[in-house]
């Protein structure tokens, strides 16, 4: 439960951090990787928009203090990355600790920022796709 | 079903075509708002994901050969833009043609490319909040 004491250097740095705090349930180091800015948002798998640190910080608590720490794997899919900006598409593997049920697969658009002296993340925004209707067959009533 | 005849100067005017052609079905419009970066993608709500021109183009293409024009509102709940890449964030109310089920809200993450002579859609991430469970209370099986 110790805070970070690296200042993530790149995206690349910072998404390490955000996952190994998620693994380890480590809320300390989750407060740190997040960006100052007041408009960053987070939408869990299925959840509402979640926006301002307060917000955002209140929920990785809230599944930290209810879980044990989960089986994660994650891939990066792709990345853009600007001087001061960059987008991460990844592919999450999840599976909470001691279930025998299979990993699920989420899909996250993680948004890195650079402040100050580090990248931070923006924006996680994730979601959990549903049974396998068709190769091109999204939800056509939503689009 | 007519090609759109201006070339987004803003990620706002990007925006709004991608949108527009939604509303109108037009699947002309739809290919010209999108970047050609092969790694363009799109996940639809409960939705796979989509990566590369052709798969995202054809999802839509089945979206607006199986539906009546939608009835659509969207709003820009937050923005950054840089020089070369734009982030949005926006809330869609979207209800099929004809339907009295009430509007379904959608989040989405747009990301916006400059390229050549203007602005193009470079992802939709986009998903479907489930009935509300408490205010911080995710799928805290997924996280």
Redesign the interface.
């Known amino acids: 439960m110790s805070p970070t004491s690296r200042i993530p250097q790149t995206p690349v740095e910072a998404e390490e951090d955000f996952y190994t705090s998620?693994l380890r349930l480590d809320a300390d180091r989750m407060e740190s990787i997040w960006s100052e800015s007041p408009?960053l948002?987070c939408?869990?798998?299925?959840?509402?928009?979640?926006?301002g640190r307060d917000?955002v910080l209140?929920?990785w608590q809230?599944?930290f203090t209810?879980?044990d720490p989960?089986k994660l794997e994650y891939r990066l899919?792709?990345s853009?990355h600007?001087?001061?900006?960059a987008?991460h598409?990844v592919?999450?593997n999840?599976r909470?600790s001691g279930s025998s049920h299979r990993a699920?697969v989420?899909?996250a658009?993680n948004?890195y920022?650079l402040e100050g002296e580090g990248w931070r993340l923006?924006?996680h925004?994730?979601?959990?796709?549903?049974m396998?209707r068709g190769r091109?067959?999204?939800?056509?009533?939503?689009?």
Chains 1, 2 share one sequence.
Do not use: C, W
């Open positions: 998620f408009d948002y939408i869990h798998p299925g959840g509402e928009l979640l926006q917000a209140n929920s809230n599944i209810s879980a989960p899919l792709y853009r600007e001087e001061k900006i987008i598409l592919e999450e999840i909470p699920a989420v899909l658009s948004v920022v923006f924006s925004h994730a979601s959990l796709p549903m396998k091109t067959e999204p939800d056509r009533k939503m689009h």
